[in-house]
């Protein structure tokens, strides 16, 4: 109740400063910030709380975890998810706390409601064991890929709708186009850079393309400090891309075989990234290139890690980093919508390693023609890659269509003599959904206010 006795609503204000002072400056009060991606978190979470209750623990094979560490490949998947991909996305200079924040939330939420669509399309019931953890990790980690190319310009609601349904057309590729749980699947891919890297990125980059480039793009860059705390994350993601390959495969000379083709994919793609990175940049080492093309060999190696030779590992990877150094340096495509440069790091090397796995029978006829078929391949690479489009183009309608509704109050623009524009949270930066310290890095415009 107010001193003068009468009752007001209460209302959570907008805390992002520039649409505060959009507001005062035209005499109006800014409206309510909408509290519908607290509500519908939560109301997914009970739903997943809810499916659980009719799962059983599958422990079958219990007694051979530790054999076969699949605990372990476990921990340094969910490793490269929180602290990789994470940090890995803090290079936007105002966006840390989204970059983090959010890629635990999408990790959390990914991993309940992929075990539950998997389980169910898979195996045609909820079960539960390591394995299933491990895909659940795998599956967002294409989610995570596309958040890259979406990340600050997104809101918290919007992004929950992606994970959502993105893990649901991600499940449905891999389970009945790319048939991974039947006898014989369509594709080989022990790596996921089909199944995941591919779909991830042009899933993402459609939904980029409908979303458009942002207005405001003041604070899409790094600094000094948000380039080394990306770098953490670019050693995060190094150090275990091998568990990432190999965990999935049985323990045996084919898992072994994986995990040291990938490092050596990983050596190679690093050394060509470096030094290609200072020829084309003039003479300086390029943050950008160091930051994300130094991994294009472990996205390219995994559909064929268990399949070649270190020699054939090393010109993959070499390749690789080649194709994303130059990417990032001259950004042929998808630059002006794509934020993290997901089409360089995943979505070129993806399909170059998809095209080498249709090719390897040629060059690795006794060990690869046994269980690739290049025909079956091709159409898994081609496949996937128009799921993904088509997919991803309908999630970014749906985005639009959610971000109309959160910001509906920008329709009343024209008549308070205000640019709609100034009345959305900024993008890129963090104060338009996290509580922030005063000493966040500001726009231009931010700052002038």
Partial sequence: ?????????????????????????????????????????????????????????????????????????????????????????????????????????????????????????????????????????????????????LIGKISPLQIVVVTLSELACYCANKVYFLKQYDSSPLIADCGGTIIIHVFGAYFGLAACKVLGPPVKDKLNAANYTSDLFSLIGTVFLWLFWPSFVAGGLPSGPGQTTALINTVFALLASTVVTFGLTQIMEGGKISTVPIQNATLA?????????????????????????????????????????????????????????????????HFYKTKAASVITPHDQLVGLAGTLTIALISGAMCGFVLRSVDAAENSATGRASVLGMNPEDMKPEPFSDAA?????????????????
């Avoid at 001193?3 to 109006?28: F, I, R």
């Fill in 1 to 149: 109740m107010s001193v003068d006795g009468s009752h007001h609503m209460t209302m959570l204000p907008t805390k992002d400063p520039q649409v505060s002072m959009a507001y005062q400056n035209a005499g109006a009060q800014p409206p309510p910030k909408s509290l519908a991606f607290g509500m519908v978190t939560l109301m997914v979470q009970l739903v997943m709380v809810g499916v659980l209750y009719d799962s059983k623990l599958d422990l079958k094979e219990a007694a051979d975890t530790d054999k076969s560490s699949i605990y372990n490949y476990y921990v340094g998947v969910a490793l490269m998810m929180f602290v990789g991909f994470g940090y890995l996305m803090t290079f936007l200079k105002a966006y840390g706390l989204g970059a983090v924040g959010f890629t635990m939330l999408i990790t959390c939420m990914g991993v309940e409601w992929s075990m539950i669509l998997e389980s169910y399309m898979g195996k045609g019931a909820f079960t539960i064991d390591f394995m299933s953890l491990l895909n659940a990790n795998f599956a967002v980690a294409a989610v995570l890929i596309s958040f890259g190319g």
């Fill in 297 to 361: 060999g472990g996205v390219s190696i995994g559909a064929v890690a268990n399949l070649v030779d270190p020699f054939g590992a090393c010109v993959i990877g070499g390749i690789a980093g080649m194709l994303s150094t130059w990417g990032f340096i001259t950004s042929p495509m998808f630059g002006s919508v794509d934020t993290c440069g997901i089409h360089n790091l995943h979505g070129m090397p993806g399909l170059f390693g998809g095209i080498v796995s249709v090719l390897l029978p």
């Fill in 433 to 449: 959904h996290w509580e922030c310290a005063e000493d966040r890095p500001k726009s231009q415009a931010t700052l002038m206010i």
